[in-house]
């Protein structure tokens, strides 16, 4: 794809910018087809709404040059600072406030960080967006607690940014990550943005796990929840819920849902987004999903649906032994990862389920990322 970005060859981030997208969906649907497709039918991809600025989350690292600060990206692999004044997948929000940001470092003398000497304070900056409600956050991430003239950078930056709704600063002293620290103070609004999605509200705080393609998700929601044909009557697990977007959009149409996720500072944003809904027949649980999973087949305990969306490196085969032993009627299993959801949907075919459809859905245009969608039946004897 001709002129998509200038800084493509450069920054490599988006693998398959010089593909047409009809060549890139091409690309993707093939990639499931030979994993995936092996054990099940595969639908059609079906594309992202937006092609361009779809990044609801944005990562910008900065460097000095010369008399000023530049905005950019590491380069693959790599901790040099690759100079773009802009991203071709972010949005142009999040853009023009990295570039105000730059200015204001500079005038206030807010030197950038060196992985490779340990010197400088400003370690990046994360732009997040909730599309539904049109909220912004700029999480300011450095090396330290000393961040000289806090108070007064923050009012400079309200009066550059009128976009921004809040802006919260966090410290990062592990001299190998960049990005957001566990310590942080809000400089101004209340520290988080909230969403809507598929009709729900989802409060996000600086660290939590949230889909990047506000509108793609929707699609890819809606279609779980088509496949998990629930009519109200159903107990559902969700399993690695992050913070609780599938449980609570699921909760709305099922009898109650176990939802369960290591991370405990996503439970308690999970907590918060239920109460936000008025949702009650919702469970959070902050445990490994293999340890619960096994301890309600050890109390006898029966579910009839699980929805299952882990990490690229897809489920342990322990987690998948227990989620066979609660025999759940239907398991709808989404995946950024073909290769790894293939894999665990075999395991699964050894403990009594079937693959019936996958759906894959373009996540994350100009990159080589697909997101699947896999209903898995449980076999008859």
């Known amino acids: 794809m001709k002129d998509f970005c200038i800084y493509s060859k450069k920054c490599s981030s988006c693998h398959l910018c010089n593909l047409s997208m009809a060549e890139q969906l091409r690309y993707k649907e093939n990639i499931c087809r030979r994993t995936v497709g092996r054990l099940c039918r595969v639908e059609p991809i079906t594309p992202s709404p937006k092609t361009e600025g779809y990044r609801n989350k944005a990562q910008f690292v900065f460097k000095r040059e010369g008399k000023r600060i530049v905005s950019g990206l590491y380069k693959s692999s790599t901790h040099s600072v690759m100079v773009a004044q802009s991203c071709t997948v972010c949005s142009d929000t999040a853009n023009e406030i990295v570039r105000s940001l730059c200015k204001l470092f500079f005038s206030f003398k807010v030197m950038p960080y060196d992985p490779y000497t340990g010197r400088g304070w400003l370690k990046s900056v994360v732009i997040r967006e909730a599309v539904g409600t049109g909220e912004v956050m700029a999480v300011i991430n450095g090396a330290d607690a000393v961040f000289p003239a806090k108070r007064t950078f923050a009012t400079a930056l309200q009066k550059a940014c009128p976009a921004l709704t809040t802006a919260v600063c966090t410290v990062n002293r592990d001299q190998k990550k960049l990005f957001t620290g566990k310590q942080s103070e809000v400089l101004f609004g209340k520290g988080s943005i909230t969403d809507i999605l598929c009709g729900e509200k989802f409060i996000i705080s600086p660290s939590s796990f949230y889909q990047i393609n506000h509108d793609q998700t ?20 969700d399993a690695y819920c992050g913070v609780g977007t599938i449980g609570i959009v699921a909760a709305r149409h099922a009898k109650a849902v176990h939802a369960v996720e290591l991370n405990p500072a996503a439970i308690a944003d999970a907590k918060r987004n239920a109460k936000l809904n008025g949702i009650e027949n919702i469970r959070f649980i902050s445990a490994d999903s293999k340890d619960y999973a096994k301890a309600l087949a050890e109390d006898g305990e029966h579910i009839d649906v699980a929805f299952i969306d882990p990490p690229r490196a897809g489920c342990s085969a322990s987690f998948l032994k227990s989620l066979a032993r609660l025999s759940p009627d239907r398991i709808v299993y989404i995946s950024c990862n073909p290769e790894t959801q293939a894999r665990d949907i075999k395991v699964l075919g050894r403990l009594g389920y079937k693959a019936q459809v996958c759906y894959p859905y373009d996540m994350f245009p100009h990159t080589n990322h697909t997101e699947c969608a896999v209903l898995l039946n449980k076999s008859t004897p």
Not at 218 to 237: F, N, T
């Open 218 to 237: 929707e699609q890819l929601y809606q279609k779980a929840i088509e496949l998990a044909q629930l009519s109200g009557r159903e107990c559902v697990l």
